[in-house]
């Protein structure tokens, strides 16, 4: 799922191309795309868009007249800029947005349709479709604090949860916590004040850090490679692979059809997280240590 430093990268390449340019037609291929169509996708046609905003992951375009289109891309839509007029065609596309310099097509690979486009009306509109997470580049240490601690969650959990903070998913929240040399099991109600200000500055420079290196690697070209698994991260997708930091194998942790991938020895002191499924299945013979995990393997 494109998160804050993809989305980022998509409104910097968005926004020298859309705006201030009019929207002259929607296509619209798949009916699962449309969530809400007030104002209706016509009404659109021939409007400028006057901006572009951000709303966690979701990606706005802000016409005249306080008219917005609002796009979730989910796990598998991808945005792409073909030449003006471009055909609409093959299973994965859903939606074409066609302007004078050029269109853009919406697709969404795989069978399952989950991308969204809400059309609304008016800010109040906008703000409903908000979940209310703070901005973790914008929001200071206290706030920062004081939202994770409002309620007991695992680390993971809590920078993922779009009602806490805005635009994290599974990729960014496993760099994010690599970096902060933190369990992705540790509840926020044990994090004392030295670790929250760890966790807070490593939040801000991994996502700072990475918006940066997409839009270098990017440059002028609109970006079509936006992908949850980045060369150069440190436990995201590189699950049996050395840590960049200390060269243990990156261990992953499978849990309510998500995964999370992270360093034993420099995040849980050496300690394997328990994989609910496969620990029942093991029982005694799981593994709870990197040293007790190597021995099974050299005993197979």
Not at 62 to 73: I, K, M, R, W
Not at 183 to 212: G, K, M, N, V
Not at 214 to 224: I, Q
Request: proline share 6%; glycine share 8%.
């Amino acid at each position: 799922m494109p998160e804050l430093p993809d989305v980022m990268l998509y409104l910097a390449a968005l926004e020298p191309r859309i705006v201030g340019q009019r929207l002259e037609r929607i296509r619209v291929a798949s009916p699962f795309l449309l969530r809400s169509v007030d104002p209706a996708p016509s009404e659109l046609a021939g409007l400028t868009i006057d901006g572009l905003e951000r709303i966690g992951k979701r990606i706005v375009w802000a016409f005249e007249g306080e008219l917005f289109a609002v796009f979730h891309l989910m796990i598998a839509g991808r945005f792409h800029w073909k030449p003006a007029g471009a055909r609409l065609a093959g299973r994965n596309a859903l939606a074409a947005f066609d302007f004078a310099p050029g269109t853009l097509t919406l697709t969404e690979a795989g069978a399952k349709k989950r991308a969204s486009l809400h059309l609304v009306r008016g800010r109040e509109a906008l703000a409903a479709l908000d979940p209310g997470g703070v901005d973790p580049l914008a929001v200071d240490l206290r706030t920062f604090g004081e939202r994770l601690r409002a309620e007991n969650h695992t680390l993971k959990r809590a920078l993922t949860d779009p009602r806490i903070l805005s635009g994290i998913g599974n990729a960014y929240s496993d760099e994010i916590l690599h970096a902060a040399r933190l369990s992705p099991l540790q509840l926020t109600s044990r994090l004392d004040d030295d670790q929250l200000r760890t966790l807070y500055e490593a939040t801000r420079s991994t996502l700072s850090h990475w918006i940066t290196r997409l839009g270098e690697g990017a440059g002028e070209a609109f970006p079509e490679k936006v992908t949850a698994f980045r060369d150069g991260m440190a436990v995201h997708g590189r699950y049996g692979r050395p840590c960049p930091r200390c060269g243990a194998p990156v261990q992953r942790l499978s849990y309510a059809a998500r995964e999370c991938d992270y360093c034993a020895r420099c995040q849980t002191g050496g300690r394997l997280l328990a994989d609910r499924a496969l620990s029942r299945l093991l029982r005694e013979d799981w593994p709870r240590t990197l040293e007790e995990l190597e021995s099974s393997r050299r005993r197979t």
